[in-house]
């Protein structure tokens, strides 16, 4: 079992950053690949980006340029560095953690708010 742990979420004005942090625990494994995920109310979960053990990153559209995510293997801690925030931005973020055998785990999500 892993478990995920966020923070770092919170309310922010309109081109302001954030950096959320993900902090991992358990039967943690050295290949994988970890990412965040957003859901905002009625919509579907999207992906905001993804980084492997290899530190080979993956963004939606939505976010690169405004959007960097890293790890720090030695601590088991992904973070996501969130700059010029907007509205549409506002969201839970979920951080996932994928093995190398395909198993998927959740943290249990922080809220980001941008207010305009």
């Known amino acids: 079992q892993v478990q995920l742990v966020e923070s770092g979420g919170g309310l922010v004005q309109a081109g302001g950053s954030l950096r959320l942090s993900c902090a991992a625990s358990g039967s943690v494994d050295s290949i994988n690949t970890m990412g965040w995920y957003r859901q905002a109310p009625g919509k579907q979960r999207e992906l905001v980006a993804t980084?492997?053990?290899?530190?080979?990153?993956n963004y939606a559209d939505s976010v690169k340029g405004r959007f960097t995510i890293s790890r720090d293997n030695a601590k088991n801690t992904m973070y996501l560095q969130m700059n010029s925030l907007k509205p549409e931005d506002t969201a839970v973020y979920y951080c996932?953690?994928?093995?190398?055998?395909?198993?998927?785990?959740w943290g249990q999500g922080t809220q980001v708010t941008v207010s305009s």
């Open positions: 980084i492997t053990s290899g530190d080979i990153t």
């Open positions: 996932n953690r994928r093995t190398f055998w395909g198993r998927d785990y």
